[in-house]
């Protein structure tokens, strides 16, 4: 959960300022450490990856939001950067994670639903 500004979210309902920029506000915003959780949970998905990877900085893009319903959508677009220590070498590979999200208006609040994380079995590639 992510808490917001009622005067920045009040803003997006009288239509004086986008989506996009009211949750990039919020996202970049490093007093309430939600970039860091954002960087966190996109890094989730890169986990089991060798080469100790690492999300630097995030985009955001295509953002929704329904007044009636309380809920929407981004997409989230980032770099994984790897570092494979004993070689030296260094590698970057795009992602993008589509994100919905809910809004608790009467607790200024915001919760952000990722996708689950796949597992996989070698034993269905055969």
Sequence with gaps: ???FNSDEFNSILQNDSS????????F???????????GDQLLRYY??????????????RDANYDRVSKTGSLCFKFQVK???SCS???QEQSG????KFTVNEDQTS???????LEERSTHEEF
Excluded: R
């Design 1 to 3: 959960m992510i808490n």
């Design 19 to 26: 989506i996009e920029d009211f949750l990039m506000s919020i």
């Design 28 to 38: 970049t915003n490093k007093d309430t450490g939600s970039s860091q959780l954002i």
């Design 47 to 60: 986990s089991g990856e060798e080469g100790n990877p690492q999300i630097e900085s995030f985009t955001l």
């Design 82 to 84: 790897y570092w494979f």
């Design 88 to 90: 030296s070498l260094a």
């Design 96 to 99: 993008q994670e589509t994100i």
């Design 110 to 116: 915001m919760t952000l639903v990722f996708p689950q």
